[in-house]
Nanobody
Framework: QVQLVESGGGLVQPGGSLRLSCAAS????????MGWYRQARGKQRELVAQ???????NYADSVKGRFTISRDNAKMTVYLQMNSLKPEDTAVYYC?????????????WGRGTQVTVSS
């Protein structure tokens, strides 16, 4: 069983910064990638940033240059540093972990943390 717990969300003014954390626990092995997704009200969930087991990173075009994903393997924690936040970044942010199993890749999700960017 894998559990993901996000923290760090909140209310911030445009141009401000937040750092999200996602701590993974449980029996974790064969990880393909960890990342952050977000879902705004009335919108589809979208990939924000992802880091693979090999260290390759991927970012949504809308956050490139503003967000940085990183990880601490010892703590089994992935971070999302968000700078120059915009109102359109407002969403529930979900941590995601994908691991390989005999049945194929399986995704695990945190419960989400709300990020609101507003004056």
């Amino acid at each position: 069983q894998v559990q993901l717990v996000e923290s760090g969300g909140g209310l911030v003014q445009p141009g401000g910064s937040l750092r999200l954390s996602c701590a993974a626990s449980g029996t974790i092995s064969s990880i393909n990638a960890m990342g952050w997704y977000r879902q705004a009200r009335g919108k589809q969930r979208e990939l924000v940033a992802q880091i693979t087991s090999g260290g390759t990173t991927n970012y949504a075009d809308s956050v490139k240059g503003r967000f940085t994903i990183s990880r601490d393997n010892a703590k089994m924690t992935v971070y999302l540093q968000m700078n120059s936040l915009k109102p359109e970044d407002t969403a529930v942010y979900y941590c995601n972990l994908e691991r390989r199993t005999g049945w194929g890749p399986v995704a695990y999700w945190g419960r989400g943390t709300q990020v609101t960017v507003s004056s």
